[in-house]
């Protein structure tokens, strides 16, 4: 998992799936989706946010902590915090 601003101010996100190896059948894993379990955007922030994968695909969390920048001005750990937190009832 990486982050990465550049020397001209660019931003960049990585992460790596962690491969097949224990995996449980029917597993969805977030890390490669774009938008869910890494997003990164000049204009806000680089996000890599693994997990069990079903949350963050659900909510687009990555892409909503950018959404959060951009739209409502939130600091990046207001955004971070809230996109991660508040959508985790059932339904949410």
Do not use: W
């Not at 890599?48 to 969390?61: D, M, Y």
């Amino acid at each position: 998992m990486e982050v990465a601003l550049d020397c001209a101010g660019h931003l960049a996100a990585a992460v790596s799936t962690g491969g097949l190896t224990a995996k449980r059948a029917g597993r969805v894993g977030d890390s490669a989706v774009i938008g869910a379990g890494v997003y990164a955007n000049d204009l806000s922030c680089a996000v890599v946010a693994p997990g069990t994968g079903e949350h963050f695909l659900r909510s687009a969390a990555a892409h909503d902590v950018h959404a959060r920048r951009v739209y409502r001005g939130q600091s990046l750990q207001e955004a971070a915090c809230t996109a991660m937190f508040q959508d985790q009832a059932p339904g949410g």
